[in-house]
């Protein structure tokens, strides 16, 4: 037999009863023992420190003994089978009134909490089992537990695993398998956050989260399925997870009532998570906040902390005949010296708080309304966010279950605990929204489970139980959206395990590793997803030289397709690049003039020297047809075998793009003969008084084309206006538009629009007119005209050489100084001459019209 056993009672004797201490730090099996124990007993009771503590226990027991003898008791759930031996509970709601061979209490240190250490000061003092009790807990209790429990025996237990100080590290190199402390739920957000860009994903452990959602966090972390873990203090006590280490990423907090530095044995508690068993464990700090101090890391590792001098008190033993004696009796002093009188807690401020209603008061007259109205301010707010909301609630539900009278003990209305409880009953909302909806309905659930307050409890238990059911898979379903990528931490955890991952292409271009997509082969590049692991950071390389190689075996097929595909498989997109099968893979680059641009292959490398040869030829055969077929008039003068000023004028065409200024063309225009003037009409080229032009490549089409030449041939020049890409007639001119990209396309800049250039024909031809008649005419005419507002007018027609007045009957024209204007009168039928059918004119233009 080893030291242990010896040293516990003998169960086989029940008329001895004995108390046993089992002490040490965290990862020594006190709880594990305790479980044996109890189980070895013929019945038996264990009080917790948390509601998860007591579920996982009941399950490790009905395991052993199955469903019918064992019972689960907490403030919210209650299982309790006709025949159960085994009762696993929340502290608070241990039944003492109910006889076990054996008695347990987890974590007995808490003894000294200021919240709730006078619940188990009340337990460590008063329950006890009939053969044996065993109080598990810190070393730091030892000398306390020695006066107030005398005849307890002690035993100690080592850590089985080391715990040691690994020093600071910055949240985005910690290793793999930690959990990061913060004591905040916008510091733990915002550490998950940057966790899930870096290494794919954590999960969270805070007080806020309901059991099941806790469980479903921790169940995911266990899993592997993220490597990290964002938690605040709640991490502390009862969670056995595989935590190879801590990081404090703070190490003050806010205690409910003050900030303040958590102490060393505290500390100790939560860097006690890392390493189970006989697995070693590491703790340490982020970089944002230091090293810890020397002597409080050496007090951690060494398990050596100051003992506690007192426990929290509160009288136990109340007195209900009347209000008054009530709130005497919770304030009466202890009369140990090693007890402290507690701080107020929540049910006795919210006892204050109701006393003073005088409705309150008033009903609470005689002992059973005094007892109901200490059992209801028991009713734990689980929020803890709104006191004055729950005090109106509680003051509401003993109005209604004080009755009329005070003889009378009501019950909750049904139909308005169905609207308390279907306000709540939505799924709707963020991370905060249902943490706050978990925690209203875990109220109500308490509330439920108080048989005597409600018709029905048991319907109403349960509908309470499936709302934070549903609530609580809900918010572990947000909490993954938020703040895991399970396609990067997978992927991290596979590179791993092994060195090579198997990549993959699907048939749309979809990049996979390890079966997740990474992102798509766009043409012959690969564009990985922004989600994947960042870039400078290991996994992320390898991920991308996986995918490289595996991409490198596709390219070459891809090539060997372009290469044979027919011409309609090519197109020239919006943006100026070439496109084969939709997916671009070269763009225009500027070539020997500009219809003769240059082919260059877009970057990528996936392409090798040769293949990417192989494409750009592929693709320069494709486009010097294309652009022939889509603008043939800018390639006449190279096709044709006219010569003298109609080939002159056709390169001078093809140079501007085809418009050209008619000045820039004086010497070939006056050369021009009747029969040349028809050839180039035949070929769709139109003179006109301030410019040569091709009607055919204004319009948006071909306008898009000539822009892409224009662009590739002087890419230092400014690009267009992106306006002109739907070939308006005119838009507003400005400052940063460059004018020799505008007139290079057929536009005019005229005043403050630029106008293109058949339309600046059309108002020249009407102004010219207007100014020889001297008529009147309305400026929205004009102004319609050129698609422009009414003030633009007058600036746009004197660039053209014109003045404008206005009168009564409209806007009036007239030719400017520099520009000539056939004053001659206006013939009309009543002055023109009379013709003299014997004169010679007369019988010569007789002539000529036969002919």
Request: aromatic share 6%; hydrophobic share 40%.
């Amino acid at each position: 037999m080893d030291a242990l056993s010896l040293s516990l009672p003998d169960r086989s004797r029940p008329d001895r009863s004995h108390v046993v201490a089992v002490l040490g730090p965290t990862n020594t099996g006190k709880t594990h023992l305790a479980m044996e124990r109890m189980l070895g007993h013929a019945s038996g009771m264990i009080g917790f420190p948390l509601r998860l503590l007591a579920r996982e226990n009941y399950e490790r027991a009905v395991a052993a003994r199955g469903r019918d003898q064992v019972a689960l008791i907490t403030g919210e759930e209650k299982i309790l089978p006709a025949g159960a031996r085994y009762f696993l509970c929340t502290t608070e709601s241990m039944p003492l009134d109910r006889r076990v061979a054996f008695l347990g209490l987890d974590e007995v240190q808490m003894c000294a909490d200021p919240d709730r250490g006078h619940v188990f000061t009340d337990r460590l003092l008063h329950a006890r089992g009939e053969v044996e009790t065993m109080f598990m807990g810190a070393e730091t209790i030892r000398p306390l537990l020695r006066r107030l429990v005398p005849d307890a025996s002690f035993i100690a237990r080592p850590r089985f695993s080391t715990l040691s100080w690994a020093g600071t590290t910055k949240v985005s190199r910690l290793p793999p398998r930690s959990a990061v402390v913060a004591f905040s739920i916008s510091d733990v957000y915002a550490i998950a956050e940057l966790i899930r860009r870096e290494r794919g994903g954590a999960a969270l452990v805070l007080g806020a989260l309901s059991p099941r959602t806790r469980n479903a966090q921790v169940a995911l972390y266990q899993a592997g399925e993220v490597d990290y873990l964002v938690a605040t203090d709640a991490i502390g006590m009862g969670l056995n997870m595989n935590v190879e280490h801590v990081a404090f990423a703070a190490t003050r907090k806010f205690d409910g009532r003050r900030r303040r530095v958590l102490t060393a044995p505290e500390l100790a508690q939560i860097a006690g998570r890392a390493g189970r068993y006989t697995r070693d464990g590491t703790f340490g700090t982020t970089a944002d906040i230091g090293p810890m101090p020397a002597d409080v890391v050496d007090r951690i590792e060494n398990h050596q902390f100051d003992a506690l001098r007192t426990l929290q008190w509160r009288n136990s033993d109340l007195d209900t005949t009347s209000l008054k004696r009530l709130k005497a009796s919770l304030t009466r002093a202890p009369n140990r010296p090693e007890l402290k009188r507690a701080r107020q807690a929540d049910d006795e401020m919210l006892l204050d708080a109701l006393s003073r209603d005088a409705e309150v008061t008033a009903r609470a007259g005689d002992p059973a309304a005094v007892r109901l109205l200490w059992e209801i301010c028991r009713v734990p707010d689980f929020g803890n966010v709104a006191h004055d909301h729950h005090s109106r609630l509680v003051a509401q539900l003993f109005r209604f279950l004080a009755g009329e009278s005070r003889r009378e003990i009501g019950r909750l209305p049904t139909d308005w605990v169905a609207r308390q409880v279907d306000a709540i009953d939505r799924t709707d909302g963020d991370i905060d929204a249902l943490m706050q909806r978990i925690a209203n309905i875990r109220t109500w659930t308490y509330i439920a489970h108080q048989a005597a307050w409600l018709d029905d409890a048991e319907h109403w238990r349960q509908r309470t139980r499936r709302i934070e059911d549903t609530l609580s898979d809900t918010l572990h379903d947000r909490l993954i959206q938020r703040f895991v990528d399970r396609r990067t931490a997978s992927l991290v955890g596979r590179l791993k395990a092994r060195d090579n991952l198997m990549a993959a292409v699907t048939s749309s271009g979809g990049v996979l590793v390890e079966g997740h997509a990474v992102g798509t082969l766009d043409g012959f590049r690969f564009v990985p997803d922004p989600a994947v692991a960042a870039d400078d950071r290991a996994a992320g390389r390898a991920v991308l030289n996986v995918t490289t190689a595996a991409l490198r075996r596709e390219v070459g097929g891809r090539v060997r397709a372009l290469e044979d595909d027919e011409d309609v498989a090519f197109r020239l997109d919006d943006v100026g690049e070439i496109r084969w099968r939709d997916a671009p893979v070269a763009r225009l680059a500027s070539g020997s003039d500009v219809l003769s641009p240059q082919v260059e292959i877009l970057p990528t490398d996936l392409l090798l020297p040769a293949e990417r040869e192989r494409v750009r030829r592929r693709v320069v055969s494709w486009l010097r047809p294309h652009l022939e077929n889509a603008l043939p008039s800018l390639f006449l003068a190279r096709r044709t075998d006219t010569a003298g000023a109609v080939r002159g004028l056709l390169f001078q065409l093809a140079e501007g793009l085809g418009v050209l200024d008619r000045r820039d063309a004086q010497a070939q225009v006056p050369a021009l003969t009747a029969h040349d003037r028809a050839t180039l009409r035949r070929l769709g080229m139109r003179i006109e008084r301030r410019a040569i032009y091709v009607p055919e490549l204004l319009k948006p089409a071909a306008l898009a084309l000539r822009t892409h030449l224009w662009c590739a041939y002087d890419v230092a020049r400014t690009p267009p206006p992106p306006e002109l890409a739907g070939a308006p007639v005119s838009l507003a001119l400005t400052p940063a538009a460059d004018r020799a990209a505008v007139n290079a396309l057929g536009y005019r800049c005229l005043g403050p629009r630029v106008v293109r250039v058949d339309m600046v024909e059309r108002l020249l031809v009407r102004a010219e007119g207007l100014a020889r008649r001297g008529d009147p005419v309305a400026p929205g005419t004009l102004a319609a005209l050129i698609g422009c507002r009414l003030q633009d007018v007058g600036a746009v027609l004197a660039d053209l050489g014109f003045t404008t007045s206005t009168d009564a009957d409209g806007l009036r024209l007239r030719a400017g100084a520099g520009r000539r204007q056939d004053r001659r009168p206006r013939r009309t039928a009543r002055s023109r001459p009379h013709k003299d059918s014997a004169s010679p004119f007369a019988g010569l233009s007789e002539l000529s019209r036969r002919q």
